[in-house]
């Protein structure tokens, strides 16, 4: 095992753990875990509609349009959803769910009809769904080093008028903080955290590092600073023991080995928590 293939999955993946972690504190509070599952998925839908120009156009390069679009429809999803739960236009849960479906679908009937024409599936599908630590470049964990800073100086920067509206939404507005633009400011940061996640643990589990690491420090700490350097930790420690495992046995997945063990930290700190009350 050299260092140089480990050290950069390594860095991206710390850079999401970490931006992961502090927005889960913020989110699940305010049950929005799910927001990141529709957002995920919604890279289905960007990379349908690569794979469909893909056919139509065959000089295209795939590789370098698939991500464009894959931005480009999270981006427009986080718009979506973060309209049709402003105001409860929509059921927040309903929102969701039609973003989800819809992006899902076209992604999968897209597959379809390019297999049908290729017969191969497009290059990266099964990395779209599951991550692939092995594709991580110098470029990309530098790109995801520095994304994850800008998410936490933004949390930084508007941390007052964030925590106001998370806490009252209504009593925040009458305040002056403005509650539409912080509404779509965590809605675009979940984007842009997601999106830095999909290629390491895949758009079908990147939600868990938005649910696992808040919830497990809610259990720990009711104070926001305690809670956010638990979230950190949990994530971290997880983060480290996934990528390190799949150095040590290449056939354990990154991603899915970092969704197990939050999951595996959550039990127990969950029954030490029953244990000790």
């Known amino acids: 095992m050299t260092f140089d293939p480990l050290l950069y999955p390594l860095l991206a993946a710390l850079a999401m753990a970490v931006a992961c972690a502090v927005l889960s504190v913020l989110i699940v509070p305010q049950r929005w875990t799910f927001i990141g599952e529709g957002i995920g998925h919604s890279g289905m839908g960007g990379a349908g509609t690569a794979w469909i120009i893909g056919l139509i156009f065959p000089t295209i390069n795939l590789e370098r349009l698939a991500p464009l679009m894959i931005v480009a429809f999270c981006l427009a999803t986080a718009v979506g959803i973060g309209f049709f739960t402003r105001r409860q236009r929509v059921n927040s849960d309903a929102a969701i769910g039609i973003f989800l479906v819809a992006s899902l679908a076209w992604g999968l009937l897209a597959n379809n009809i390019y297999f049908h024409f290729r017969s191969s599936s497009p290059v990266g599908y099964n990395a779209l769904l599951w991550g692939n630590s092995a594709s991580i470049t110098p470029r990309f964990a530098r790109a995801s080093v520095a994304t994850a800073g800008l998410v936490l100086f933004t949390l930084f920067a508007f941390k007052k008028e964030i925590l106001s509206y ?112």
């Not at 899915?256 to 959550?266: A, E, T």
């Open 166 to 277: 998370c806490l009252d939404e209504t009593m925040a507005e009458v305040s002056g903080v403005p509650t539409r633009l912080i509404h779509y400011l965590l809605m675009i940061l979940m984007a842009v955290t997601v999106l830095i996640g999909m290629p390491i643990v895949g758009s079908i589990l990147v939600t868990a590092m938005l649910i696992l690491p808040g919830t497990t420090a809610s259990l720990l700490s009711d104070r926001l600073r305690g809670c956010t350097i638990w979230s950190m930790s949990i994530a971290t420690v997880a983060t480290l023991a996934g990528v390190l495992l799949n150095a040590w046995k290449s056939f354990l997945p990154v991603g899915p080995s970092i969704v197990l063990m939050l999951f595996v930290i959550f039990v127990c700190v969950y029954v030490f928590g029953r244990a000790r009350a």
